[in-house]
């Protein structure tokens, strides 16, 4: 009886030690102000930040998932992308249209941020342009828009259609437009009316004069269990309400974005102790090796062990079936080489609704399905070269079918099978940079990070390491090919 007591005792503090340590998990866009309200929401909550997820319908997946807890997000982007609304919808409409989805929007934060397209002060004032009715004269402007603002229905396509627009605009990152605009290589791009730069770089935000864009107010999206389960941090965030105006919010994004501040110190400008606005910018030598390089270094390294082994567990079975069942083999490369063409992003983002979560899993799962093609194919490549005259050799020995191919065939095959190896290893290293967009850690923080801010310092932390580490593991398959004693010679 007394055991019996011990163990429910233990089993109920097992439970309420689970509870205590579940936190408030809040996660922010690719851009740079999104990484900075997720950073003033951790700290106002004490929650956990899950930076630059990626897109809307990435976090949006992932808030759907019950991955995140909650995310910064702006009202016309809930009405109009989201639930496909009127720009004019309430916040009351838009949370009974949430409901279905156990969503809710609320606590607004003070400020407007809507779009806008911007041209070089200069370049308008000559061309006579000043409202986006202008641009229907000059459809010879090079535009270059942001990959989102391309697809959303408060983005291009409906503003091409409200004002009869004649541009074919490209794809470029937010992030890398600024600079592409002050050197003259495009001269339309899109922004929000928050953006540090637009004074810096001394742009004309053009007058939306048919009043296409809506208003862009800044809330937080969560799900509804959230002030339930999480009552005091909720008491915390809605403290927030009306405290971030737009004067403060493009402060704390000139802050990250022209000072060379991070993201948290940005932040640190609305709860108090940011860094004094003299520090001077970190150096490459201090970014590469500061306090997260081997927090990232380890989750880069697991992410390409796990999925590599993985991959190698399954793609040389694969292989083989290829090459023993020709009836099978076009299947089974058909399927892996198809999958090696689905674009990354629009993998993880399935793989998030199909998962149920962000981070590692349906990273390493993603990773797993890009190494497999060169796996399967150099398996069925090694073994179908193999010569008739060996497997006539090893049928005259007696050889049985699964000794033949274990004792002959496959140590024949062997080099061709570890270069499909070495391949997939390089090219995970790379591919694993992209899984930090659902929040899988890695080299890709930086390069998200970098590419936010337009910060090549930032952007090279991450990039020089993940090329380092190809290089390395590169150097120990070929090193690998040496040393095996049973590799032919």
């Known amino acids: 009886m007394t055991w019996r007591r011990y163990g429910a005792l233990l089993l109920l503090l097992a439970a309420c030690t689970a509870q205590a340590e579940e936190r408030l998990r809040i996660g922010s866009k690719r851009f740079t102000e999104s990484y900075i309200l997720g950073e003033v929401l951790a700290r106002v909550s004490g929650g956990e930040h899950k930076p630059g997820l990626g897109n809307t319908g990435i976090v949006l997946a992932a808030l759907k998932a019950g991955a995140i807890d ?11 992308e989201i639930l496909r609304l009127p720009p004019t919808t309430t916040l009351e409409q838009l949370n009974r249209a949430l409901a279905g989805d156990g969503l809710a929007a609320g606590v607004p934060l003070g400020f407007n941020d809507t779009y806008a397209l911007a041209m070089r002060e200069d370049r308008a004032e000559r061309l006579g342009i000043r409202r986006l009715s202008d641009l229907v004269r000059h459809g010879e ?30 794809g470029l990152d937010h992030g890398l437009a600024y600079d592409a605009l002050a050197a003259g290589r495009i001269e339309v791009m899109d922004v929000y009316s928050t953006d540090a ?10 007058e939306d004069d048919r009043h296409f864009f809506p208003r862009y107010d800044a809330v937080l999206l969560y799900r509804r269990d959230v002030p339930q389960r999480f009552a005091r941090e909720w008491r915390a965030l809605q403290a927030l309400e009306g405290r971030i105006d737009e004067r403060l919010m493009i402060r704390m994004n000139a802050a990250a974005e022209l000072e060379g501040k991070t993201f948290a110190q940005a932040a640190a400008l609305f709860t108090g102790g940011g860094a004094p606005a003299t520090e001077k910018r970190r150096s490459f030598l201090g970014t590469l090796f500061g306090a997260d390089f081997w927090r990232l270094t380890r989750e880069h390294l697991v992410l390409v062990a796990v999925s ?17 069942l020709p009836r099978a083999a076009q299947l089974i490369l058909g399927v892996v080489g198809v999958i090696q063409t689905i674009p990354s992003l629009a993998l993880f983002a399935f793989l998030i609704a199909l998962v149920g979560t962000i981070g590692a899993s349906p990273a390493l799962i993603a990773l797993f399905l890009y190494a497999l093609l060169p796996i399967v194919r150099n398996t069925h490549a090694g073994l179908i070269g193999v010569s008739r005259g060996m497997r006539q050799a090893a049928m005259a020995l007696g050889l049985r079918a699964r000794e033949r191919v274990r004792l002959i065939e496959l140590p024949l095959a062997a080099p061709s099978i570890l270069a499909g190896i070495k391949t997939s290893a390089v090219i995970n290293v790379g591919t694993a940079t992209i899984a930090a967009f659902i929040g899988a850690g890695g080299y890709g923080e930086r390069i998200a990070a970098g590419l936010a801010l337009n910060d090549n310092v930032t952007l090279l932390a991450g990039a020089v390491p993940a090329a380092a580490l190809a290089l390395l593991v590169q150097a120990a398959f070929e090193l690998a090919e040496k040393r095996v004693a049973w590799l032919p010679r």
């Open 141 to 170: 402007l090079k535009f270059a828009l942001s990959q989102e603002f391309l697809g959303r229905a408060d983005g291009w396509p409906g503003l091409q259609r409200a004002y009869g627009l004649p541009q074919s605009p490209r």
């Open 197 to 206: 730069k637009i004074e810096r770089y001394r742009l004309r935000v053009l």
């Open 308 to 324: 590599l082994a993985a991959a190698v567990a399954a793609g040389i079975p694969l292989g083989l079936a290829a090459a023993k």
């Open 70 to 80: 909650l995310y910064p997000e702006y009202s016309g982007t809930i009405a109009a």
